[in-house]
Nanobody, 115 residues
Framework: QVQLVESGGGLVQAGGSLRLSCAAS????????MGWYRQAPGKQRELVAT???????NYAGSVKGRFTISRDNAKNTVYLQMNSLKPEDTAVYYC?????????WGQGTQVTVSS
């Protein structure tokens, strides 16, 4: 069994920054990919950023240049540094990891950006 614990969400003014963390624990042998998704009210969940075990990254166009994803393989933790936040970044942010083709999700952390 795999557990994901997210932290770092909150309320911030437009232009501000937040850093999200997601720590994985449990039956972890090899994490293929780690990433962040978000879901705003009334919208579908969407990709924010992903990072492979080798460090290759992928970003949604709307966050490129503002958000940075990174991971600490020794700690099985993925981070999302969010800078220059905009009100449209307001959403619940979910951590997702892939282990042996199986997908695991965190419980979500709320990010609210005020204008």
């Amino acid at each position: 069994q795999v557990q994901l614990v997210e932290s770092g969400g909150g309320l911030v003014q437009a232009g501000g920054s937040l850093r999200l963390s997601c720590a994985a624990s449990g039956s972890i042998f090899s994490i293929t990919s780690m990433g962040w998704y978000r879901q705003a009210p009334g919208k579908q969940r969407e990709l924010v950023a992903t990072i492979t075990s080798g460090g290759s990254t992928n970003y949604a166009g709307s966050v490129k240049g503002r958000f940075t994803i990174s991971r600490d393989n020794a700690k099985n933790t993925v981070y999302l540094q969010m800078n220059s936040l905009k009100p449209e970044d307001t959403a619940v942010y979910y951590c997702r990891i892939i282990i042996a083709l199986r997908m695991y999700w965190g419980q979500g952390t709320q990010v609210t950006v005020s204008s």
